[in-house]
């Protein structure tokens, strides 16, 4: 069964409108978080990497202040796609390891949320 | 930066036929390997891994990779495809050490029966 879940699973939001997705790992407490996004026909790319209790760190070139990262608990990473456009329409996708990783503690991957924004 | 190449963007294949899906990746540094597999409507799964040790690394549902440093490689091999494994797979890697992966474009697989 899953031991990341993500949700929803796709929404459809106007253009203006904020979009929240929640990332849950379900058997084990996650530090660190990360988020990926996968346009059509390509591959998954990581946005950002979620830190439980303090800033998330992101990537090269996604913006912070348009994909806000909240990871409160030690269970609980949202994303929360800030004043959506259709060009934020894409599939988007949580990851999560149990702490003390290694080989032994491979990362688990949510379903994904289909966002479109019209 | 690392990133990854497979160069197999759709393969299509009868049952009992013998897959290899070829993965390179740019990175001069040790490396961790990853085949991951997404059935249709599903999320990834991790199919195999390799961090180090023999680089001929077994997973599930009979699928291997071979790591060959020198070329860069982490092909994923099963000698008789089934129905059932008709998915898209990615390649991923990792520097040693760091979580963050780095995925390729993914191959899709299709088996006829």
């Known amino acids: 069964g899953a031991v990341v879940s993500q949700h929803p699973s796709w929404v459809i939001c106007k253009s203006g409108t904020s979009v929240k997705i929640e990332c849950r790992s379900l058997d084990f407490q996650a530090t660190t978080m990360f988020w990926y996004r996968q346009f059509p026909k390509q591959s998954l790319m990581l946005m950002a990497t979620s830190n439980e209790g303090s800033k998330a760190t992101y990537e090269q070139g996604v913006e912070k202040d348009k994909f806000l990262i909240n990871h409160a608990s030690l269970t609980l990473s949202t994303l929360t796609v800030t004043s959506a456009h259709p060009e934020d329409s894409s599939f988007?996708?949580?990851?999560?390891?149990?702490?003390?990783?290694?080989?032994?503690?491979?990362?688990?991957?949510?379903?994904?949320?289909?966002?479109?924004?019209? | 930066a690392q990133s990854v190449s497979q160069h197999n963007h759709?393969?299509?294949?009868?049952?009992?036929?013998?897959?290899?899906?070829?993965?390179?990746?740019?990175?001069?540094?040790?490396?961790?390997?990853?085949w991951y597999v997404q059935y249709p409507g599903q999320h990834l799964q991790l199919l195999l891994k390799y961090f180090s040790g023999d680089p001929l690394v077994k997973g599930i549902k009979g699928f291997e990779a071979e790591f060959i440093k020198s070329k860069f490689s982490f092909n994923l091999r099963k000698p008789s495809v089934q129905w059932s494994d008709t998915a898209e797979y990615f390649c991923a890697v990792s520097k040693f050490g760091n979580e963050k992966l780095t995925f390729g474009t993914g191959t899709r697989l299709t088996i006829i029966p």
């Open chain 2, 10 to 34: 759709h393969v299509i294949l009868s049952e009992a036929a013998s897959l290899e899906l070829g993965c390179n990746y740019s990175y001069g540094g040790t490396v961790n390997l990853f």
């Open chain 1, 92 to 118: 988007y996708i949580c990851s999560a390891a149990p702490p003390h990783g290694g080989e032994n503690s491979p990362l688990h991957f949510g379903n994904g949320t289909r966002l479109t924004v019209t």
